[in-house]
């Protein structure tokens, strides 16, 4: 398989120019809480998204070489972005967990982000970026966001069906492709 590659400054749909990005981070060098800050990026164009937010997080942790994110949540995105000479490898995975992405240095030094989807109201956006951010916050993703048991248990059995019917359809079209 051959490693799709774009570079930054070729993305057609660009988020609006802003000064700075939708992210907060915890400011305490110790970790708490399952996420490390919060992300709220204009689009579900990850390629388009990640330049912007990626040049911040530079500023503190050195040159970003990997991000992890949940295929599900994204539109298709290459399989490396390269952004100002520096090339990020891009590893969607169909089991990352929801509303998250992580972001590796290349020290392989970790944060873990929650990223607040794209259309959500800015009062609630705003909270949860505040909430995700604050230094002894230990709050689930699922609590950040408001996702009820209920609807976690509804997210969970349709991401399970979904692999099912991946799994179906991929067998299906081994099957037929060997007749």
Same mark, same amino acid.
């Given at each position: 398989m051959t490693r799709q590659h774009i570079h930054a400054d070729t993305v057609a749909h660009s988020p609006p120019a802003e000064p700075t990005p939708r992210l907060r981070l915890k400011t305490n060098p110790a970790k708490t809480g399952y996420v490390d800050g919060a992300w709220w990026p204009y689009s579900d164009d990850l390629a388009a998204e990640l330049p912007l937010m990626l040049a911040a997080l530079t500023i503190q942790l050195g040159p970003v070489h990997r991000v992890t994110y949940n295929l599900a949540e994204w539109d298709t995105a290459p399989g490396d972005l390269v952004i100002d000479g520096q090339t990020t490898q891009l590893d969607g *995975?169909?089991?990352?967990?929801?509303?998250?992405?992580?972001?590796? &240095?290349?020290?392989?030094?970790?944060?873990? /982000? %929650?990223? =607040?989807?794209?259309?959500?109201?800015?009062? *609630?956006?705003?909270?949860?970026?505040?909430?995700?951010?604050?230094? &002894?916050?230990?709050?689930?993703?699922?609590? /950040? %966001?408001? =996702?009820?048991?209920?609807?976690?248990?509804a997210r969970t059995k349709s991401a399970a069906a979904q692999q099912r019917w991946n799994a179906a359809c991929t067998t299906s079209t081994r099957t037929t492709s060997s007749v």
């Open positions: *995975h169909p089991h990352h967990t929801v509303h998250t992405i992580e972001v590796l &240095d290349t020290f392989d030094r970790r944060l873990v /982000l %929650l990223v =607040i989807p794209p259309n959500t109201d800015a009062d *609630h956006a705003f909270t949860v970026m505040v909430s995700a951010s604050a230094t &002894d916050n230990t709050a689930t993703v699922d609590h /950040l %966001l408001a =996702i009820r048991p209920s609807a976690r248990s």
